[in-house]
């Protein structure tokens, strides 16, 4: 494989733009990738783009339409939450393998005021494991995720709020987060109970955003920067046999996995990170990948938010962006975003949420079903 | 006028890994596919072992209808026309299979670690009518310790 560099990055800021339509957020984030990158369109060979919800209707065709129909080939990739990051890793592929020099990597998503729902119907074989109507949903099964670490270490409700109220606290800094509101503990606690122990400030806010990222060989970003940001991992991994999966989505096993094989391709271990923004669809979600990703010995995830390690000026930051709880969670557009947040932070352009000095980071998104990808970037 | 015919109201299980017998007498009950090379059991019917890839024919087994909580949710926010909060689990039986289901019998206003390993007792009840006007079947569950 060949060497990749990220040479543009750019995102909208997540939220709500009922005037605008996902062409629109889409093309956005792809024009100020490619000025940030120096380069028009018609340097760009390959396309891919990452959609949820429009994949089956050519949106990256469309997207082309209106940014430069130059005739490349285009991809459409769908992989749940973890749509964005396939996509990102589509585009990496595609010039790692040598095969093209140039490539745009888009992750747009409009889903309004649409909650996150469960999915599979009583029919689908794979999935026709609801006992009744609703033991499925999205918060439930975080819930439970939550509640199996509680069953394993002797987590605690209140150390899964505290992800909350430290992501939250990050946001505050973000001007591309949708929310940029401070929660502390006792509003977290006593919220609106969605689905034990997650209140309403520990699940993420869906809504509308897109981001993008050009890929280049190192010989061609050489012609466009002489500080490029190396790919040095990218791995995507889904869900080996598990004793109670497919009745319980286990978000961990392939994170593990997928982060053993990450940390080998880079050559590096946990302790070199110098951050960390990881998919907190919900506030048990964070917490349990503290395990996952070996930012802590196992079982110590609860000690790591309760002695501020993963805060902003801490031992190991992890989403300094806000995370998906400050940000939001436009589907597609999310596994795109959060490379694009840590590029920013390695060439020192984060502002008020800058990670000082940061060298290394790690980029990890879920799409649950499950598709797990990693990538680490560095300078 | 036409002339009906009165057909009878079937029970037709909510799920496809639940058998409900022609008798009403009977109880209907959950089963799964037991792969012959490895042993693991799945959940209704099976092409492939998930685990080893063996395609040849599976057994079926009868689950039992008594288990315990793995783990669980209590679920405020839902679908329309549920009733919350409601204890979502998942329920380990003891054929080394797991399944989904609410349970019914513990205060969803104070969950606790207690009630991982609480011993739970499946039963059914209609949940709607289908489109034939038959009766719809799925499972509950009830905490018996």
Redesign the interface.
Known sequence: MKDVAIVGANMIKFGRYPDKDVVRLASDAAIGALKDAGISINEVEVMVSGNLYQSNAMIGQRIMKEIGATGIPVVNVANACATGSTAFREAYLAVASGAYDVALAIGSEQMGKMGLLGFGGERDISYSTEGVMGTGLMPGVFGQTGVEHMRKYGTTAEQFAKIAVKNHKHGVHNPYAQYQKETPLEDVLNARMIAWPNTLFMCCPTGDGAAAAVLMSAEKARQYTSAPIWVAASVLTSDPWQERNPTMFDVNTLTRNAAKQAYEEAGIGPEDLSQVELHDCFATAELVHYDNLMLCDEGEAGRLIDEGETSVGGRIPVNASGGLLSKGHPLGATGVANIVEIVWHLRGQAGGRQVQNSKVGLAHVIGLGSACTIHIVKK | MTQETATEKKRNP????MRVPEDPKDEPYLWGSKCKACG?IF???RVAC??CGNTDPFEEVRLSDEGEI??????????PG?EA??V?A?I?LPQ???????VYGLDPTS?S?DW?GKKVKMYTEK?RTDREGNDVI????KVID
Request: aromatic share 14%; net charge positive.
């Open positions: 909510l799920v496809p890994f693991t959940l209704g019917e998930g685990k793995y783990v669980f949710s209590v679920v405020h926010q839902t679908v549920l909060p409601y979502a998942i380990d080394g299979v797991a399944v989904r289901g609410n969950p670690p991982f949940v799925a499972a509950k569950f």
